[in-house]
């Protein structure tokens, strides 16, 4: 299960707001995934029974692009080389594009959860 987050609390106080959207920025410039041409949905591990559902549930031209992404930074890192400026991952191209599928899937493990726990009792 996806670890809980304070982003809603954060985006609901606006003075908060400003103070940390500056050091995110900041942060995941300093990671340096995007200096590799990858995005951030890239690094979440594969090891997981709900995200290799979610890569399942991509649709072809997302998982070559993935798959694309992960050999290409994989090949900078073993040259010890970063992508030239024009092929690194922009912050607007920097898009969410698992997070929301795993979510999906686990709202929907949770729901079978809840079904499955369902004591029925006949009326007497």
């Given at each position: 299960?996806?670890?809980?987050?304070?982003?809603?609390?954060?985006?609901?106080?606006?003075?908060?707001?400003?103070?940390?959207?500056p050091?995110?920025?900041?942060?995941?410039?300093?990671?340096?995934?995007?200096?590799?041409?990858?995005?951030?949905?890239?690094?979440?591990?594969?090891?997981?029974?709900?995200?290799?559902?979610?890569?399942?549930?991509?649709?072809?031209?997302?998982?070559?692009?993935?798959?694309?992404?992960l050999?290409?930074?994989?090949?900078?890192?073993?040259?010890?080389?970063?992508?030239?400026?024009?092929?690194?991952t922009k912050?607007?191209?920097?898009?969410?594009?698992?997070?929301?599928?795993?979510?999906?899937?686990?709202?929907?493990?949770?729901?079978?959860?809840?079904?499955?726990?369902?004591?029925?009792?006949?009326?007497?």
């Amino acid at each position: 299960m996806s670890a809980p987050s304070l982003a809603p609390y954060i985006l609901k106080r606006p003075w908060l707001k400003r103070w940390i959207v500056p050091f995110a920025n900041w942060y995941a410039d300093a990671a340096g995934y995007r200096r590799l041409g990858l995005r951030a949905d890239d690094l979440i591990p594969e090891e997981n029974d709900t995200v290799q559902l979610a890569l399942k549930r991509l649709s072809p031209k997302e998982s070559y692009d993935r798959v694309f992404r992960l050999r290409r930074a994989f090949q900078c890192s073993l040259a010890h080389q970063l992508l030239p400026a024009a092929e690194q991952t922009k912050p607007e191209e920097d898009v969410k594009y698992l997070s929301p599928i795993i979510e999906e899937i686990e709202a929907e493990l949770k729901e079978r959860a809840d079904l499955e726990s369902i004591i029925v009792q006949r009326k007497k």
